[in-house]
Each structure stands twice: as C-alpha cells, then as structure tokens.
C-alpha cells in the first residue's frame, strides 16, 4: 500500500491501530437501578458494545471507584460502583480507562487502593492513579500491531486531594511542566503517546485558556492525542500542528452514562437543557508509514466523532407509566436509521395508529436535535451524519 503524504511523497504503510474513546462512567443511583432491573451493567450500552468491540482500543474516563468492600454505599457526588463494573466494562470492548478525576478518593485511599486492584483481576488496565506515586505517574504501554502506544492520566480538579506520601494511593495531578516532561520521556519509549485530562469547567462548552495553553505545551512535548473530560458536556475537537505533528485534541467527550438531564424533552425544554445527555464516540487511527527517505513516522488520522445519546425514561416513571427504571447509551446514527424505519412502519399500519405517530416523530425529532447539537459543539466536519 503506499499512500500519498501532504508534501506528495509516497508511503508504504507498515501498521494501523484503531482507537475508539468516550467520556466520563458515571454510576448515580439511577444508573445502577437501571443495571439491576435490566439485568447487568452491559445493558445499558449494548448498542455501542459493538464499536468498542471493532476498535483495537478502547478508552473511557472511570469517574467512580469500585470499593464495595472498602467503602460506603454511594450517594450525591460521593459515588462507589457495584463490584462487578470491571468485568463488565471488559466484557463489552474496554481496553484501558483513566482514573485520575475528582472522584478518585471518593472513599479514601482505600477505596482507590480497591479499585485498582479490581480493575487489574478484570484485566483492564488503570492510567492516573495508583497504589503508590511511582505506579501513578508511569505510563502504560499498550502494544497493539506492533505499535507501542503510551498513555499518560491527569486531573486538574481533585474534590479532595488526598496524595499524601508517595508510598501510599495516589492520583497524578497535573503540572503542566512535569506534564510536558511526562509527555516527552514516554515519546522516548513508545510510537504515540495519548494523554487524558480531566480539566475545565462544568458544563461549559468552550475550553478554558489554561486548557488551551496545556494542549498547545503537551503537543509541542510529543503527544498525538489529548482526551478531554469533566465538563459533562461535550467541547470541540481540534488539530494542533507542531512541526510534522499533528496533535489531535478532544477538550470534552462529555458523559458516557450517568443521570444527569433525566428530566429533559425535546418539546419542553431547550436544546441545551439535553446537553448533558450527550456523548460521543472518539475514533481515530494511528498509522506507521514508511517514507521515502526512510523514516518512519506515526500519524493521527481520519479523527471524527460518533455522537451518543443517553435516552433516559425518568419521564414516564415519573408520569407513572412503568415502574422499570431505563437509562440506555445509544449511538444516534444507527438509531436514527432504525427510528426512521419504525416510522415508516406505522405510518403504513392499517389502521394507523396516529398516537404511536406522532410519538415516533418526536423521538425522530429529539434524535436529530441532539445529532445537530453534537455537530454544532464538536465541529460538522469530525461528526458522523454532522452535514446533512
């Protein structure tokens, strides 16, 4: 294969990684009432298993610890998983998540120190944190078709930062020196080099200048891929240019699952009441080439976002409709291909049944809301189904 490269030399192509990333995982009690009635945690994103499966790795940010033994019961802004979190994250694709966030020492240094050691029996590499610094702060190596691909955690914002000797639990925060120097020794050892932060301002769409100036820093010190999260709505995507390098940087993927919005409807709220039911799908490719003059770089490629949807039906258990809780994460453009078929099903019914129409184009309706909403916030041009 040898394809052409922008200043129009040839190349051979010698390996491509596949990456997919989302959001924050967050496990309100909602969450976990839904999982309980559906019958396991990896129902609640079945329809996107299947992208995660497909890719070669896949990130996600863990916004909660898994210390049942350990910890307390979870509660509002204090949360704790259900023991078996892990083995269904692994299960459904997951590869590798980020456990530097302001959650990280909800229930102490224990409740960290339990996580981890639960993610490590599921098989299902932690970055950010760890049982002492030293572990905290090296990177993980994912070797993946020959690639070496390095990942580096941070966060920016602890609710209560409990670092306190380096021997004990720890979560990175971040420097931006020792984040660029970070960025640098781990570009030494490895082809790329994704670094995840957990930075800016809570439901606020446009990055801050500090997290502007980090990415432009950690771009120059050698990362490919920056992975935003915390704002719990999504922030744009980018393409820094430093030198032969293309960094790219997603400032938010927003929330993966979690209760938040529960109360929005496309028919009585603004669009941006949904915001924090959106998510997205991150993807992109690294791929080795080799040039003409024998080098052989690795390059981001082909980055663009496939929006999700966390349909939640508080609604209609609040109307007293059902009793089951359902909160589902959705990925919309193969929604939207099924919704506009069920459409066309009932509008063809003998007898139609009018009620079950109209209900059916205002789900039509939110989906493509909420896909536009994504495009508009992310770019047209990264998004899945963003130009008409």
């Not at 992208?51 to 910890?71: H, S, V």
């Not at 980018?238 to 993966?256: D, I, K, M, Q, W």
């Not at 490629?301 to 009793?323: S, V």
Request: proline share 6%; charged share 25%; with cysteine.
């Amino acid at each position: 294969m040898a394809p052409g490269t922008p200043d129009g030399r040839l190349a051979e192509e010698l390996a491509r990684v596949e990456l997919v990333a989302v959001g924050d995982i967050l496990m309100h009690q909602d969450v976990k009432t839904s999982a309980v009635q559906a019958g396991s945690l990896t129902e609640l994103w079945k329809e996107v298993t299947p992208l995660f499966k497909q890719a070669d790795i896949a990130f996600a940010n863990l916004e909660t610890p898994i210390a049942p033994r350990t910890g307390r019961p979870g509660r509002p802004f204090q949360f704790n998983a259900p023991e078996d979190l892990p083995a269904a994250l692994k299960a459904s694709g997951l590869t590798i998540v980020s456990t530097a966030n302001n959650h990280a020492f909800d229930q102490g240094p224990k409740g960290l120190a339990e996580t981890l050691e639960r993610l490590e029996a599921a098989g299902l590499p932690a970055v950010g944190s760890g049982p002492t610094r030293a572990l905290a702060e090296a990177p993980r190596i994912l070797e993946v078709k020959g690639l070496r691909i390095a990942f580096l955690a941070f966060t920016d914002i602890f609710n209560v930062n409990l670092n306190q000797k380096a021997a004990s639990p720890w979560v990175r925060s971040l420097d931006p020196a020792e984040a660029e120097r970070a960025v640098a020794a781990a570009r030494a050892q490895s082809d790329a080099v994704v670094v995840s932060i957990h930075w800016g301002a809570e439901y606020l769409h446009a990055p801050l200048p500090r997290q502007k100036d980090v990415a432009r820093r950690l771009a120059r010190a050698g990362a490919d891929l920056i992975l935003g999260h915390h704002p719990h709505v999504l922030q744009a995507v980018e393409v820094l240019e430093t030198g032969p390098r293309r960094t790219v940087v997603a400032y938010s993927l927003g929330n993966f699952i979690s209760n938040q919005d529960r109360m929005y409807r496309a028919d009585l709220f603004p669009v941006a009441g949904g915001d924090s039911r959106d998510g997205v799908l991150f993807r992109c490719r690294f791929v080795k080439l080799k040039l003409a003059d024998g080098s052989e770089p690795v390059r981001v490629e082909d980055a663009r976002c496939e929006p999700l949807w966390t349909r939640n039906n508080w609604q209609e258990r609040n109307a007293g409709k059902t009793k089951v809780r359902s909160i589902e994460v959705i990925p919309l453009s193969t929604t939207l291909a099924q919704a506009e078929g069920e459409l066309d099903r009932l509008r063809a019914a003998e007898p139609m049944d009018k009620a079950k129409v109209v209900e059916q184009q205002e789900y039509l309706r939110t989906l493509y809301l909420r896909r536009a909403r994504a495009a508009e916030i992310l770019g047209a041009a990264v998004v899945v189904g963003g130009r008409p």
